[in-house]
């Protein structure tokens, strides 16, 4: 909780203003942020300074692993995030790629479990780490990348948390995640769970050890109209102790989480936390 608030500091106090060509907004921006999570220990890094919906966080990565191209099937396990990137942005309506109403295109999880091969097949990103890691095997490439310049035009977001490499020192198993863009009074709440919840659940079903998740951002920005709120409300509070996660032992295997996982196999044991803020969300 304390390197976040620090973050949020730090732009407030060392930002540059930046015009964001995509919302017509102002943005305090800093480059450069590294955000480390203890999962070992359990430390889940929920925002106590706010109220925070830590379940739509873990259900949109949910989503991601099962390759959900429709915001309807993210809705359907109780993450709304996508409802307005696949319904209300204008230059993806007017895309001829575009599907009809939810459609969110070939982002995120299309791309880490259906990458397009040159040969017209498929490419399963996940099912190779995932098999590796099951073996006790780290290549040095177990990397799952959203990241596809080549179909940026086929789907309705490019990635912001673009792509997570796992690394296995023995019997432990460590996540580097990289993020290009992230709205912090916002988004890095949600992507920070994320983050550990990821490293928690490979590791639990590969039979592996959690370790430490590093998260590395490259843009870290606050909005122009998230800024008051930021500085003269969340920041003069004080944070409680991190929460615990607790995750379903029963959850065993890639088709567990596949098919019958949902969000009553998780749970937050011990969450503190002051009032929410109606932070403004940019599309």
Same mark, same amino acid.
């Given at each position: ?21 995509? /919302?017509?907004?102002?943005? !305090? ?5 590294? %955000? &480390? ?7 889940? =890094? $929920? ?115 673009? /792509?997570?490499?796992?690394? !296995? ?5 460590? %996540? &580097? ?7 912090? =009074? $916002? ?97």
């Amino acid at each position: 909780m304390k390197q976040y608030l620090a973050l949020c500091q730090r732009i407030i106090d060392e930002g540059n203003w930046i015009e964001n060509k995509r /919302t017509g907004k102002n943005c !305090l921006t800093v480059i450069d942020a590294d %955000l &480390t999570y203890d999962v070992a220990n359990n430390e889940f =890094p $929920l925002v106590t300074t706010r109220k925070s919906f830590w379940k739509a966080a873990i259900a949109e990565f949910l989503g991601y692993i099962r390759g959900y191209d429709n915001a309807a099937d993210f809705r359907a396990l109780g993450a709304k995030t996508w409802d307005a990137n696949a319904n209300d942005n204008e230059a993806w309506l007017n895309n001829p790629a575009r599907k009809g109403e939810d459609d969110m295109g070939r982002v995120y999880g299309v791309q880490g479990r259906r990458w397009q091969k040159p040969d017209g097949s498929t490419l399963d990103q996940l099912r190779k780490i995932v098999d590796n890691l099951s073996d006790g095997f780290d290549d040095r490439g177990e990397i799952l990348t959203f990241y596809n310049p080549g179909e940026f035009e086929l789907g309705c977001l490019r990635p912001c948390m673009h /792509t997570h490499t796992f690394s !296995l020192l023995g019997d432990t198993l460590y %996540l &580097t995640s990289y993020q290009r863009s992230c709205d912090v =009074p $916002l988004g890095l709440n949600f992507n920070q769970c994320q983050v550990f919840w990821f490293l928690a659940i490979m590791a639990q079903i590969t039979g592996h050890k959690p370790g430490k998740a590093y998260h590395k951002i490259v843009n870290a920005h606050i909005y122009e109209d998230q800024v008051e709120l930021m500085r003269d409300v969340q920041l003069k509070r004080e944070p409680f102790d991190p929460p615990k996660l607790h995750i379903n032992p029963d959850i065993k295997s890639l088709e567990d989480i596949e098919t019958w996982v949902t969000m009553e196999d998780f749970s937050v044991e011990g969450y503190q936390y002051h009032d929410a803020i109606a932070y403004p969300f940019s599309v």
